[in-house]
């Protein structure tokens, strides 16, 4: 490879980043209805950067939604080999966190059409942190590996309702969840949303954005 061959490529490499970083930031604050235009904006890139990668809006999301599940699958199988059971409450909040952090590709994370055999395997992993739990006595007898998906989508519902917010209503949720999981008490839980943060929320949530758009009432 020459080395004008290798600083294209470099180049490339380059510009891919900038791209995937701005489209996750474009749709965290906008949603997955965001134009492709904006991220093109937002990456200070044209249009046909994102177009020589990417065929579609529905590819770059796919491409960021493979990316985000690809870490979550890691961190499940990382937490398999934590001590005494301990790997499912560190897999919910470690995934937690990587959806706080990467809201853009949360909407399609397990429904993507790309992304099958990854979710395959990360109702897998999550069997496993419930079967591993449970041998340890540190889990509901009852408990399934599909109950650690429906916790995730509550986590991705309130990450949707407070987007673009300073508020970490997730992260108290979280923790009444992973009581419940357990039956374990909640020794330092985070504060609740205060009536005017509430109130806040409220008038910013997706519905509240939708009807406050101009034409629609």
Known sequence: MTRGSRRLRADAEANLDRVLRAAEDVFSE??????????????????????????????????????????????????????????MVNYLVEVSGLLATSRGAVARLWSDPSSKELVARSRRVQQQLVDEAQRHGVARADLA???????????????????????????????????GLTGQPITAPYPALSARRMTQVIRSSPSARLDNRPGSR
């Not at 937002?42 to 796919?62: E, H, Q, S, W």
């Not at 990450?159 to 949720?173: C, I, K, S, Y």
Request: glycine share 10%; net charge negative.
């Open 145 to 179: 590996g599909e109950d650690l998906a429906v916790a995730l989508w509550a986590i991705h519902g309130i990450l949707d309702v407070t987007r673009g917010l300073p508020v970490n209503a997730w992260r108290r949720h979280l923790d009444f969840v992973v009581a």
């Open 30 to 87: 906008h949603g997955i209805e965001a134009s492709i235009e904006l991220v093109a904006q937002r990456a200070g890139v044209g249009l046909g950067t994102i177009y020589r990668r990417f065929a579609n809006k529905d590819a770059l999301i796919a491409d960021l939604v493979n990316r985000l599940l690809a870490d979550v699958v890691a961190v499940g199988e990382r937490h398999l080999s934590d001590p005494d059971g301990t790997g």
